[in-house]
């Protein structure tokens, strides 16, 4: 056994690549309280102090505080950055400042132009005329979208797609770097390569992974030769738990200085660093103080990444996210809680460095968690409103011991998955075109199947169901084939070489379809079946309007009416997704998540039969519509639960806000009340909760006043923001949403 | 067999112990000043509400309930409801759901010692020790809650104080310790609360149409609230494993 390994229970891990055997056979669950954990020392005092003018001055500049087009992002790029130099003890920036933003123009130079030319910045000649023998994975995809692709996508059907910039939602399982040094990895790759390779049919597939698999190669090459410019040799294995968190976020650094995708998560490395940390406190290596030092410089090297994106992009994922989703906790498939000192320590960061979105803190929640543990996440969410909650009990039967999250709320198997992200399509806008019969009703123009638009009314429910069928069955097949095509031309033109350099070279893929605008279909049809609605007509007999007379049941208060014809709704939805064969034989799966995206989604959407009002925005994700869930937080909690996971395995998300008045009438009280309504909604086996603990009041505030609040963070649709890097539009959006007040 | 409701809130975490469903029930014969669902008065308004109904939202409940939690009614004067009262906390009980009720101790009927006998915690709202301020607050006479606290003792039941404070009316120290004696008559009290005056219900009463008297009363909270919670004391007997709501 290599001596960097001493200590550590041996396992077949040793022989070959398997993180997950190393961490079952080597982690120690931890019980107890958070009394152990340390605070800040001086040095994180002063670089967190930095981080935070820093911030300011971003904020100042409107968003973006510095942008280098001068070269194209890549691992060795840029010299090394540092925070403060000579203090940071974690060490690596993705350019050579925090906070200056490059440009990754493979996924598309279009979009690079756009921001550069936002910015006031100019591309240089040579990289701009480099474009013009080069395609970009944006490029590739208009070259085969059909006519009816770009009129779905312009129209508002499907938004958001991943195909003008770098899809992201791969998660490379970077603890890899840690526990085995780069040089192993090299080895195993090219071992891969030579039996892939070595095929006695070389079909596409397999001429594609070969290559794919030697630009991995050349990426873990580059990563070695990164850390080596910041002093670091990483070709074998870490020997401590600074080494070890140092190795992994160089792996992770290394994917997000070359790739902008749209969400690119860190995975699951806390439990993983306390192996080290614990072997390092019981030989004396390190006291607990320098540990919590370690974790905090480590988090907030994280939360200096930055994407360049456009102001376009930023109205569809406001608040300048880059989902850097850290899975803490979840139970082992033996059954032991996967909760650890560096659980605790993790979360700490947010006491020590303040509240902040990233990284994207996800508490893989289950009844099996320690209490104390589940107090102090309580706890956390209160104080900061940073963290979120996904049900380990649910995902874990399907996707093991050793997931993550990607993006918001979207399992992936470490090391052995990778996903293809597809955004979402627009259902309300589904069932407006089925009542028109394939008349866009913003524009007018024909779009899918033609046929009759429904009658003057009472419209008949058996009647709406089936258009909205019709039209789910033609927008569906349209959906996968042009995720196909997205994904064929990412692989092609912008393939996650260093990313990809982490996970197996033979990969699992899911696609990751998604909806919108979900409660808004749901109550629209519950109108149109429990009330009366009547179109109302413009003057080329294009339905713009409904009246509606008589009360509906609406999503959100438990009635099992309505909260049926929701969890049908995302049944069909899958169903039909599935009719149609996928790229690389990934498999079908679906979300209900919106990010902030229900607010350009309800922008693009008409006037609906549930009274919403043309371009009003959406819920976001499985939420019911902002202030129509009336009977109080646990109805409002038990509906979305009913939206089942199973029929939805990419996520089903819902955001949560709550008054500190309505947890209970003391602090001891509201940590109890939260874990009780997290209990109560997850063992009804709900899959999501983002939790606010806040006043409307407080965020109307910031929003006449952001100077105010510099740090106030909200959880807004499975990631969190800073509120004040939200448009006004959005924070209007959040503001609107439903705050659970109690009695 | 049919009740009149106010309105159902499926979140309760400031009612009684752990997390709750509060069943508002119609109705109430006491016009409190600084009432705050002055709606629930007239118990000809509300829906009707049957006991399967009143099931069915507590079930849907249970997985929130934990150990402390469960179903609470309040109003309203639940007590006015007494005989519903009875059946709705039978049915629960099979269920297996704890039930609280939140009286104003200004009501009394023949289902009133039932209810009390069936139920499995009070919350019992003292408007005030005093038998002049208790009419001045309340608008009914006394005796209906020393009943009741004869009633409750009688059954063993555990109490919850309630209090609501109000500047000029019960905010002096004085009043606190008037409090305090006061519930050195009820056997089982387990905690107190003193619930600060607040005007958030003012709009309620422009719509009704009704006069509100306290207009211009600031809203109690802050220090003073909690320097009287200081003062409270619970009797000697209280429980020990419960603690004075002191925020």
């Known amino acids: 056994m290599r001596k960097e390994w001493e200590g550590f229970v041996p396992g077949s891990w040793t022989e070959q690549i398997d993180v997950e055997e190393f961490i079952r056979l080597n982690y120690h669950p931890y019980d107890g309280d958070d009394s152990f954990l340390a605070g800040a020392t001086e040095r994180t005092k002063e670089c967190y102090q930095r981080v935070q003018e820093l911030l300011v001055a971003e904020r100042k500049a409107g968003g973006t505080l510095k942008v280098d087009a001068s070269r194209i992002m890549r691992i060795n790029a840029f010299e090394p950055g540092y925070i403060v130099p000579g203090k940071d003890i974690i060490v690596g920036l993705q350019t050579d ?106 079909n596409e597939e397999n001429i594609r992974t070969a290559e794919e698999v030697t630009n991995e190669i050349i990426a873990l090459k580059e990563i070695k030769k990164m850390a080596a410019s910041y002093g670091y040799d990483i070709s074998g294995p870490a020997k401590d738990v600074k080494e070890a968190i140092q190795w992994t976020y160089f792996a992770y650094l290394a994917g997000i200085k070359e790739e902008n995708g749209a969400a ?34 480590y988090i907030l090297k994280l939360r ?27 139970v082992g498939m033996d059954g032991r809680h996967k909760v650890t000192k560096n659980s605790y320590r993790v979360l700490q960061t947010l006491y020590n460095l303040g509240p902040a979105p990233e990284p994207n803190l996800t508490v893989l929640w289950s009844e099996k968690l320690p209490e104390p543990f589940k107090k102090f996440c309580a706890q956390v969410s209160i104080d900061t409103d940073s963290i979120q909650y996904e049900n380990d009990d649910k995902m874990r039967p399907t996707y093991g011991e050793d997931y993550s999250i990607a993006c918001c709320v979207s399992a992936i198997q470490m090391g052995q998955q990778m996903q293809f992200f597809g955004a979402r399509c627009n259902l309300a806008k589904i069932l407006l075109l089925g009542l028109n019969g394939g008349i866009d009703e913003r524009t ?69 379809f998604g909806v919108a605008g979900f409660s808004v279909a749901a109550d629209s049809l519950s109108a149109i079946k429990y009330a009366k609605v009547y179109p109302i007509r413009d003057e080329n007999g294009v339905i713009v309007d409904f009246r509606t007379e008589g009360e509906f049941p609406k999503y959100g208060n438990d009635d099992d009416r309505v909260d049926e014809i929701a969890v049908r709704i995302s049944e069909r939805t899958i169903e039909e997704l599935r009719k149609h064969p996928t790229y690389r034989n990934a498999v079908h799966t679906l979300s209900v998540l919106t990010i902030t995206s229900n ?75 939260l874990v009780g309504l997290l209990t109560g909604y997850f063992n009804r086996g709900a899959h999501h909760l983002n939790v606010n603990v806040l006043n409307r009041s407080l965020l109307e505030d910031a929003y006449e006043n952001p100077e105010k609040y510099p740090n106030l963070t909200v959880r807004v649709s499975g990631y969190a923001v800073r509120f004040n890097a939200l448009s006004k539009n959005h924070q209007k959006e959040v503001i609107a949403r439903t705050f659970h007040q109690g009695v | 067999m049919k009740g009149r409701i106010h309105s159902i809130e499926t979140f309760g975490a400031v009612d009684g112990p752990g997390i709750r469903t509060v069943f508002f029930m119609q109705g109430c014969p ?218």
Not at chain 2, 142 to 159: A, C, P, R, S
Not at chain 2, 186 to 200: A, N, R
Not at chain 2, 221 to 241: F, H, I, M, T, W
């Open chain 1, 97 to 202: 400042e925090p906070l200056k933003r490059g440009i990754c123009p493979f996924g598309g130079i279009k979009m690079v132009r756009e921001e550069v030319a936002e910015y006031g910045e100019k591309l240089p000649e040579e990289i701009d005329r480099m474009f013009d023998y080069v395609t970009t994975h944006n490029d590739g995809v208009f070259k085969a979208y059909s006519k009816e692709m770009k009129q779905v996508r312009h129209l508002g059907f499907i938004t958001g797609l991943p195909d003008a910039y770098g899809r992201g939602r791969i998660i490379g399982d970077y603890r890899r770097a840690a526990l085995y040094g780069i040089d192993h990895l090299i080895a195993e790759k090219e071992k891969d390569h030579e039996m892939i390779a070595s095929r006695h049919v070389m």
């Open chain 1, 264 to 297: 690119m998560s860190i995975g699951r490395t806390s439990t993983f660093i306390d192996i080290y940390a614990e072997r390092d406190l019981a030989n004396g290596v390190y006291t607990e103080e320098q540990i919590q030092e370690f974790v905090d410089d």
């Open chain 1, 304 to 330: 200096v990444a930055r994407h360049l994106r456009t102001n376009e992009y930023n109205e569809l994922f406001g608040g300048d996210p880059m989902w850097i989703t850290e899975g803490i906790g979840g």
């Open chain 1, 444 to 512: 007018g123009e024909h779009v899918g199947p033609q046929m009759e638009s429904v009658g003057d009314g009472p419209i008949d429910y058996e009647d709406a169901w089936n258009r909205f069928n019709i039209y789910l069955e033609w927008l569906c097949e349209l959906y996968v084939n042009i995720m196909n095509i997205i994904h064929f031309m990412h692989d092609k033109y912008d393939f996650e070489r260093s990313q990809m350099a982490f996970l197996n070279s033979e990969v699992k893929r899911l696609m990751a």
């Open chain 1, 599 to 673: 607010v350009m989604y309800g922008k693009k959407t008409g006037n609906t039969p549930d009274g919403r009002r043309a371009g009003t925005p959406f819920a976001p994700g499985a939420n019911p519509m902002h202030e129509r869930d009336s009977h109080g937080a646990v109805a409002s909690l038990n509906s979305v639960s009913k939206i089942d996971w199973d029929t939805c395995q990419d996520g089903v998300s819902n955001t949560f806000s709550i008054t500190p008045e309505a947890l209970g009438k003391d602090r001891e009280s509201r940590k109890e009340t």
């Open chain 2, 30 to 247: 006491a016009r409190c000043l600084y009432c705050h669902n002055p709606d629930s008065w007239d118990i000809n308004r509300g829906e009707d509400i049957e006991i399967d109904e009143i099931v069915h939202w507590a079930v849907r409940g249970m997985p929130y309930y934990g150990s402390k939690g469960g179903v609470t009614f309040s109003g309203g004067e639940p007590l006015m409801q007494g005989e519903f009262l009875v059946e709705a906390m039978k049915a629960l009980h099979e269920t297996g759901i704890n039930c609280a009720i939140d009286t104003s101790g200004t009501y009394l009927d023949c289902h009133s010692e039932e209810a009390i006998a069936n139920c499995d915690l009070v919350l019992l709202d003292i408007k005030h020790p005093d038998p002049e301020r208790f009419k001045i607050i309340t608008a009914r006479e006394q005796d209906t809650l020393f009943e009741i606290i004869d009633l409750i003792n009688g059954y063993d039941k555990h109490v919850w104080i309630r209090n609501v404070v109000v500047p000029d009316i019960n905010d002096t120290e004085a009043d606190i310790e008037a409090l305090n004696a006061f519930i050195r008559r009820i056997k089982h009290v387990d905690k107190v609360e003193l619930l600060g005056y607040h005007t958030m219900a003012v709009d309620k009463y422009g719509k009704l149409g009704i006069t509100y008297r306290l207009k211009g009363v600031p809203p109690m909270g802050g220090e003073k609230l909690n320097k009287l919670r200081e003062l409270v004391c619970l009797p000697a007997d209280a429980v020990s494993q419960v603690t004075i709501d002191k925020k």
